[in-house]
Antibody, heavy 121, light 109 residues
């Protein structure tokens, strides 16, 4: 079964660092881009960035460039999303998803269940 | 970056047909994909490409497009179709990245 398993919920204080994970299984992890998507409470979905685990090529949406770091360890089929200094506004659900298709077809066919991040003093 | 615009809310009577729209310049050169999200759950994708359904998605879901607009049609809406629906396409101005619409809350009456 193709799946992405995300790490558990986190509660942090402002200024703390955090790294959450997304482990792929059931497919060739190095052959598909992984996307990170943010969903703030009661709001819609927003692209954060993508990584190709095969060579760690990473692209960021302009809104998130410099705010987070996306990485991957292909030896353990895991992608990561990290913050060096959290803010209350980072409170959200974070999903990882597998990107499929190419060219004009472009879709996220497998999703993790999400990681809830709560940042509060 | 590009934007995709969706109506915030749409309602449909049980068993009737509803069409959810998504507008944006990126749709002139890219297909939309559509995602269903129920409260407290991760999104699942329901339509991709020209009009393709992943396995397990009922055939009452279909997709189409015209110009800068993509459509998700649910023919014979069921109570379990009540959810938020998001469109997504490649962002034509940012290589390899995508953009989501703001989402449409579908209510089945």
């Amino acid at each position: 079964e193709v799946q992405l398993v995300q790490s558990g919920a986190e509660v942090k204080k402002p200024g703390e660092s955090l790294k959450i994970s997304c482990k792929g299984s059931g497919y060739s992890f190095t052959s598909y881009w992984i996307a990170w998507v943010r969903q703030m409470p009661g709001k819609g979905l927003k692209w954060m960035g993508i990584i190709y685990p095969g060579d760690s090529d990473t692209r960021y949406s302009p809104s998130f460039q410099g705010q987070v770091t996306i990485s991957a360890d292909k030896s353990i089929s895991t992608a990561y999303l990290q913050w060096s200094s959290l803010k209350a506004s980072d409170t959200a659900m974070y999903y990882c998803a597998r990107l499929n298709g190419d060219g004009v077809e472009y879709y996220m066919d497998v999703w993790g269940k999400g990681t809830t991040v709560t940042v509060s003093s | 970056s590009s934007e995709l615009t969706q109506d915030p809310a749409v309602s449909v009577a049980l068993g009737q047909t509803v069409r959810i729209t998504c507008q944006g310049d990126s749709l002139r050169s890219n297909y939309a994909s559509w995602y269903q999200q129920k409260p407290g759950q991760a999104p699942i994708f329901v339509i991709y490409g020209k009009n393709n359904r992943p396995s397990g998605i009922p055939d009452r879901f279909s997709g189409s497009s015209s110009g800068n607009t993509a459509f998700l049609t649910i023919s014979g809406a069921q109570a379990e179709d009540e959810a938020d629906y998001y469109c997504n396409s490649r962002d034509s101005s940012v290589n390899l990245l995508g953009v989501f619409g703001g989402g449409t809350k579908l209510t089945v009456l």
